[in-house]
């Protein structure tokens, strides 16, 4: 079935996407419906904006993203940028723009993503916008949440211990072998491709998850980073940015990174550098940050947290050691989409 | 000069970019680059929350429309939305999607319309997010502000006044005017239009303001109005737009409706009905406002400030009185590009 937007007109679309969603946050004053969401917070919180505009054919590609889970990675990416910041995600605009090749039921599905990545991580979409474009899909989130301190990039010091979540590569192999069964089945529709035994790595790629689970824990353990990333474009980038803000350079060990047994295989399939892939892999949505050695034990401690190096003066500059004992400098070889133009 | 946007990469033009800019709200605790902006609002404020998402094509075209001209009016739309709950903007984010078409000059000179236009009102740049499209440039700005008393757009009651201001349907003739030069033109690239005794229709399109003034004084009045809007799809729409969700309805005046000068010999000209354009031609960024009948004497003694009618029961439904005393239902035939579509 397929209804196309037009004859719902911009503000009928609106209302359909719109008149299910209730608000569940205390300072979600007003939603939808206004020229403005009205937010009320506390003085005692600070309040965090980040933002994200993905475009399709850049940020995502419709031949292999399910509409569902579009959506809702649009939504966990922006709420991962919160929590990278020691903060709760509260509020979402979602702007969309869509050219005719869209139906109802593609923005239904999308919206329904977006939802439920809301739900899950108790969030109020409280605004947007949504018109045309002339080709493509363009996806615009805003994302607010408040913090009682917030935690930065530029507050790693000397000695203290570099920490990452998660393991590390799996969603950029997810990329891989999407891409890879899309070229082979290009020309063979019927073929259903087989991810047995790789699961793992297209979840990471189309279903990733923010870290709320580790802001939490950090909460309950009294842990206060002194400095907090997410890692989007892959962990040189994101050590690069941490070093580069807080004027101090890192050891970080390649036999401490954390990594999945399936991107593993996946690498070797590929016969690529699986340290490669796990520094500069990209979506891994993980939280990269640093705690003073006097937190060493306790967040040793911490399931799901692995120590992977740590913060040096800046003259060291920040290298990698392999498992032989090499130093080699990281270069963010991230994921750059103003780049891959060239 | 052109300068390829690959030559810097993604953070070398936000660098680019970002490197001169100063924030001078108090609100605003931190800017660009973290993984979200950091802002402290006092709990006596409300805060305000609004997006617009533009592309390419269908809400500007870069045949007539300077970058610089479109990065002001970009900002400018969205601090409107701000003005209209009442508020005052205080932040924005700004993302880019750009094509290789562009260059660094032109993405300089956007967003030299967006620094400008935030220096005019006070507004600081606090984040964003650049990247490339395969199609044309996307441009996402969502305004933060905030508000001792917001002012919604559902409560205007019963023989509450109906108030605008500034003039109307003159941007949607500054836009008639530049498409028709542009088909005139199209074929002959040596000629310069002469636009003389039409340049306020072409800064209504092309230089619009948003209207703080209007909020300064009638805070400076004592007035509070009982609902608030800016017109950016057309009077008739918006007045709809109060009328529904403040379940009333409206008697509306053609004879009161503000329409300066050049509107009207632009409208003789195109043989177009002047009303018409008034009720339906979009983006004037006027605001439109209703108040106690009791404030009459106060707000029809404001510069600037129009009455044009008056709230009614519901009942009575939305109607124009014609200069003849005839009555028609007010419809919105705003500008609409989802139905434009069709």
């Not at 189309?206 to 997410?230: G, H, Q, W, Y």
């Amino acid at each position: 079935m397929r209804t196309e937007i037009a004859s719902l007109g911009e503000f009928g679309l609106i209302d359909r996407l719109t008149e299910s969603i209730k608000l569940t946050n205390e300072s979600s004053t007003y939603g939808v419906g206004d020229d403005a969401a009205v937010l009320s917070y506390s003085s005692e919180k600070q309040v965090l904006v980040t933002t994200d505009l993905l475009m399709e054919g850049v940020h995502f590609d419709l031949t292999y993203v399910p509409f569902k889970h579009l959506g809702y990675k649009a939504a966990i990416v922006n709420f991962s940028d919160i929590y990278a910041m020691n903060g709760t995600p509260r509020q979402i605009t979602v702007s969309l723009a869509l050219s005719k090749r869209f139906s109802v039921e593609d923005v239904d599905a999308l919206y329904d993503g977006i939802r439920l990545a809301c739900q899950q991580y108790n969030v109020d979409i409280v605004g947007g916008d949504t018109s045309s474009s002339l080709t493509g899909l363009a996806i615009s989130i805003t994302c607010i949440g408040d913090t009682e301190k917030a935690v930065y990039r530029h507050g790693a010091k000397d000695t203290d211990l570099i920490c990452v979540s998660g393991d590390l590569g799996a969603a950029y192999m997810g990329l891989q072998l999407l891409e890879r069964e899309k070229s082979v089945l290009k020309d063979e529709k019927d073929l259903q491709p087989d991810f047995s035994g790789k699961e793992y790595l297209l979840e990471r790629q189309l279903k990733p998850e923010a870290r709320k689970d580790i802001i939490e824990k950090l909460a309950a353990a009294n842990i206060v980073p002194t400095s907090m990333i997410d890692i989007s474009d892959g962990l040189s980038s994101e050590l690069l940015h941490i070093c580069k803000q807080s004027k101090a350079g890192c050891r970080v060990y390649e036999e401490h990174i954390p990594i999945d047994y399936q991107t593993a295989v996946m690498a070797e399939e590929f016969n690529m550098n699986l340290t490669t892939c796990a520094l500069n892999g990209g979506e891994d949505y993980e939280l990269l940050f640093t705690v003073p050695i006097a937190d060493h034990e306790k967040v040793s401690q911490m399931e799901g947290i692995r120590l992977i190096g740590h913060i040096t003066k800046s003259e060291l500059g920040c290298a990698l050691i392999t498992r032989d004992g090499q130093e080699f400098e990281l270069k963010a070889q991230g994921w750059n989409p103003l780049k891959e133009e060239k």
